[in-house]
Structure formats: C-alpha cells, structure tokens
C-alpha cells in the first residue's frame, strides 16, 4: 500500500457510495504530529493528489481538515478548507462528522456508511507524488516519542523494524519498558523492536517502565469520571461492569457498546486504574467474532 494506507477499497462498494472525501491534515492522537508536517512540507503534492483523487474516484465534494491554529492554507488547494478545534478528541473522524458535517454516525456504523471517506495528508501526498514521479513511494513520514517525550519526525521505508528508527536515534529500550504503535491515547502495545513499519503507521513511542501506570483490577468506585468526560455520552460506568464480565451482547444492547468512538479517555480518567478502553476494544472484537461465525454458519 502507499503510505498513508490510502482506502481505495471503499469506492469499489455500489451498495455505499461515497460522496464525500475528508483529507486530514490532522493527526487523531496527542503528541502525534506525522500528518501537519506532511501538510506543511508536502503541499504541492497534496494538491497534485486531490486532482487525481476527483478523477480517479468522481467525487466532487472533498474537505482538508486542518487545525484552527495550524499554518494557512492557499484556497487554490482543490479542496474546501475545514477548521478543526485543536482540543483532544475533535480530530476523531466521528467527532468531525459531526461537527464540520452536521451529520451523526449510527451506533455500529462507520462514517463511510455515510458516504463519507477519510484519506490522511500522507495518503494524497503520496497519490500525487506517484503519479508525478511514475513511480510508488515506499517511504513513511512518522512521528517518534522517545521516553522524555521529545518527537522526532523520521522517514522510514515501509517494512523497516522499529529497532532500526531507534537505534538511529539512540533510543535504548529496556526490559519492561513499553513500546507502543500509535500515539498515548490510542495507541496499540507491541511485544518485539522487530515491528515492521506499516503503510498506516504514523508514530511509534517507548514509554519508560518506571513511569508506566500500572492497571489494576479494583472494582468501579462509580465515581462517574468516564461518564462525563465521554463525549459519546456513554454510561461507561455500567458499560464496563458488562465487559468486564464478558456479557458482550447486554453490553452493546443495554449500554451502547457501538457507540464509542475509541478516544481512550476513559481509561484516561479511571480512578480505579481499570483498562476500560481495553474492554472496549475486546468486546467489539469478541462480537465480530461471534457475528462472522454465524454468518459462516448460515
């Protein structure tokens, strides 16, 4: 794939077109900075690509979302500029759906059942320097967060270990420390500094095993912090008491599972330490499992 996992796939569906191309100029976690710096140094060919993309996919509506304070942006990019709040989550693609569309996406839907696609900045950039250059970038911009939390932006080939940016860096990681793919609020842990950089990474970190905040098993103290600070406004509270259990069904049924938008912010706030977000993710996995083994079945 080129960098920035450009999701031409969802074009090829008749039964959900798409009418609408959102290019983010934005990254979706904290500290991650990989698609404003592909915005501020790369914009001729992201004006290259947004060409391609109106002619290759038709659509004419198309959006560049960028920050309210980032650097201004020429009017002549091809695209429709879109001001996107800077605060932690507005860069979600549900949350600006929702603000910068006017549209809401339905539990267990995604924002292309709307007819809406989301490419990076990276992704257009490297569709336009393709087709400029004849030739397919294999070289991914990504943001690293080293232990002080300084970033560094890096250009890695596709497919280059992890160990690799950090040694050049000379990052050490060290037995217990945590090496994560994605940014602190969203981000995925990994077992192994042989992590291959993918086409959609845009930033790897190691956090310090000595300012890791361990999770815990104490129960809910219902002291209604997930609740408010949810901006899905879940009732995380009696969610989690479900998913923690393993009663998957009730929990999207009775508490709108498929209602979260993956922010991470209640694990965030958790006084008890519970891995909230985590539950979240394995409930949604556990019923995709179950959903696709009926399907098979039947």
Do not use: W
Not at 60 to 68: A, P, S
Not at 200 to 207: A, E, K
Not at 218 to 244: D, S
Request: overall charge neutral; charged content about 20%; proline content about 7%.
């Amino acid at each position: 794939a080129l960098p920035g996992n450009p999701p031409f796939p969802v074009f090829f569906n008749p039964e959900k077109p798409i009418h609408t191309i959102c290019i983010t100029g934005t990254d979706h976690d904290l500290l991650v900075t990989t698609n404003q710096h592909v915005l501020r140094t790369r914009i001729e060919d992201i004006k290259n690509g947004i060409l391609i993309l109106k002619k290759i996919t038709r659509v004419k509506q198309i959006f560049l979302m960028v920050f309210g304070s980032g650097a201004p942006i020429s009017n002549d990019i091809g695209a429709e500029i879109r001001p996107v709040k800077a605060g932690y989550p507005a860069a979600l693609p549900q949350i600006m759906v929702r603000d910068l569309l006017g549209r809401a996406v339905p539990p267990g839907k995604t924002c292309e059942d709307l007819g809406v696609s989301f490419f990076t900045a990276e992704a257009v950039a490297s569709i336009g320097r393709a087709f400029a250059s004849n030739a397919i970038p294999v070289s991914k911009i990504i943001t690293v967060i080293g232990k002080d939390g300084k970033r560094n932006m890096v250009s890695a080939r596709i497919g280059t270990p992890v160990q690799d940016i950090f040694s050049a860096l000379g990052i050490v990681v060290q037995d217990k420390d945590r090496l994560i793919v994605g940014g602190p609020m969203t981000g995925l842990a990994v077992f192994s500094e042989s992590y291959p950089v993918l086409a959609d990474t845009d930033s790897v970190m190691v956090q310090d095993h000595a300012g890791i905040t361990p999770v815990s098993d104490y129960p809910c103290i219902n002291c209604g912090e997930c609740v408010r600070i949810c901006p899905a406004k879940i009732p995380v509270n009696m969610l989690v008491r479900y998913l923690e259990t393993g009663r998957y069904e009730e929990a999207a049924d009775l508490y709108d599972l498929y209602c979260c938008i993956e922010c991470g912010l209640c694990s965030y706030v958790c006084v008890s330490r519970m891995p909230v977000f985590q539950y979240i993710r394995l409930g949604k996995y556990e019923l995709s499992r179950r959903q696709a083994a009926e399907a098979s079945h039947d």
